[in-house]
């Protein structure tokens, strides 16, 4: 056990550099609770040999990548390092490990210190209370790191109103009624490529 303890504790090192996180006191906690839960997701691995089978496929990947890009990232990169320490036994544990450190990052880790939030810029002509209706609405998307501004600012990523804006040079979702499912749908995606625009 203490050589798999090892390379868990290595692989939270691994996982903390590549999210950029800057040192503080706060962090040093961090830190030190995903390698205590790193190290324990491993040894449960290690002692029993199961696999579920609701997290053994790469089907379900691509959503965490468009939604916690910077969580994908060095997860997979700290798995692709250890990835022979990590089988314990099939190859397929590789996918639950995946979905277990997301799952854990996504836990202890918050999203505001390792990703720059999404600037959505809410401005309908039909008054406060509709705007705030629709700011709801937005606050809705949990975990997608969102931040809503009532006026268009340098940060803004996304603008959504009643009223297009000729010439700004931001995605505009206009609604001339309440949402749709597909103005919404539309709106998860616009916040997709404007993380992703934002990664570089």
């Known amino acids: 056990m203490a050589k798999l303890d090892l390379m868990s504790e290595a692989l939270a090192k691994k996982m903390i550099t590549?999210?950029?996180?800057?040192?503080?006191?706060?962090?040093?906690?961090?830190?030190?609770?995903?390698?205590?839960?790193?190290?324990?997701?491993?040894?449960?691995?290690?002692?029993?040999?199961?696999?579920?089978?609701?997290?053994?496929?790469?089907?379900?990947?691509?959503?965490?990548?468009?939604?916690?890009?910077?969580?994908?990232?060095?997860?997979?990169q700290s798995i692709k390092e250890f990835k022979n320490e990590l089988v314990f036994g099939d190859e397929s544990i590789l996918n639950q490990l995946f979905y277990e450190y997301i799952f854990l990052l996504v836990q202890i880790c918050p999203l505001d210190d390792v990703e720059k939030p999404v600037y959505v810029c809410v401005d309908f002509s039909l008054g406060e209370l509709y705007t705030k209706f629709i700011t709801r609405q937005i606050e809705g998307f949990l975990n997608m790191n969102i931040e809503i501004e009532h006026r268009l600012s340098s940060k803004t990523d996304i603008y959504i109103s009643d009223c297009m804006l000729q010439g700004?040079?931001?995605?505009?979702?206009?609604?001339?009624?309440?949402?749709?499912?597909?103005?919404?749908?539309?709106?998860?995606?616009?916040?997709?490529?404007?993380?992703?625009?934002?990664?570089?």
Do not use: M
Not at 174 to 196: E, L, T
């Open 168 to 200: 700004l040079k931001l995605q505009q979702l206009i609604c001339k009624k309440p949402p749709s499912a597909d103005d919404w749908q539309f709106f998860g995606d616009a916040v997709i490529r404007a993380k992703q625009n934002s990664k570089g």
């Open 18 to 76: 590549c999210l950029n996180i800057p040192p503080s006191k706060q962090d040093e906690l961090l830190c030190d609770q995903l390698k205590k839960k790193i190290i324990w997701i491993n040894r449960k691995h290690a002692i029993f040999d199961f696999v579920l089978s609701a997290f053994t496929s790469k089907t379900q990947f691509s959503y965490f990548f468009e939604a916690y890009p910077v969580f994908s990232f060095a997860v997979n």
